[in-house]
């Protein structure tokens, strides 16, 4: 955990069940030493609030672009990234997925992900089914292609009924993926 120590990280956070799981890296990251920058989808919102996130990480957590209050004087999404050592989308949704890898920039978690240019680790959570999707995996070989690590995930109870692969990724294979970059 040492390598969180002194690092800024953008948690970007999007809107599946497993989210809630999410606020447990943020926690312990905060812990290490590290500043945890939360980015949240509307959706995400649904699951978890930015509260949650804020209390644990002692730092704003945003869920929109659409920001007034703009203390650099840039946009949050372009002055987020900026000196980030790394970008962690956790849970990443299929749609998350998708939207990375088309470009889109709708929402602060995308927009934000376009502006920076360092390394990212995403961990998709899903159905079994949504898992298994012929676009979910061109999308993620998409983004595999440009670099972005994907931590796989892992199989078992799935909050839907089904058991099969989609889970999120042990938090300790999330950890030591990005521990990798930060090091
Ligand atoms: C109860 C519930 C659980 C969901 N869980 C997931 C999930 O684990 N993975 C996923 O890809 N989508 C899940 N979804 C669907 C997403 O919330 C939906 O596709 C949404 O558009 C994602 O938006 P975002 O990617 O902007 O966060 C779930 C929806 C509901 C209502």
């Known amino acids: 955990m040492e390598e969180f120590s002194g690092k800024t990280i953008i948690l970007g956070v999007t809107g599946g069940i497993a989210a809630y799981k999410v606020v447990e890296l943020a926690s312990r990251w ?5 500043r945890v920058r939360t980015l949240m989808t509307p959706a995400a ?12 990480t002692r730092q704003p957590a945003l869920s929109e672009i659409w920001r007034t209050d703009l203390d650099s004087g840039k946009p949050e999404h ?29 929402d602060i978690v ?3 992900w376009l502006a920076y240019d360092g390394p990212t680790i995403i961990a998709p959570a899903m159905n079994d089914k949504m898992w298994a999707h012929p676009s979910v ?5 998409v983004l595999r292609e440009w670099g972005v690590t ?3 995930p892992g199989s078992g109870h799935l909050a839907c009924g ?22």
């Open 30 to 34: 905060t812990q290490a030493g590290a």
């Open 45 to 56: 919102t649904k699951f978890v609030t930015p509260l949650t996130f804020a209390a644990v």
């Open 78 to 106: 372009i002055e987020t990234g900026f000196d980030a050592d790394a970008f962690v989308v956790a849970p990443a949704t299929a749609d998350f997925i998708a939207r990375a890898a088309a470009g889109f920039g709708n």
């Open 110 to 112: 995308t927009v934000s």
């Open 137 to 141: 995996a061109r999308n993620l070989s």
């Open 150 to 152: 994907v931590v796989e």
């Open 162 to 183: 089904s058991v099969g692969p989609g889970r999120l990724a042990e938090l300790d294979d999330i950890e030591t993926a990005v521990a990798r970059h930060l090091g």
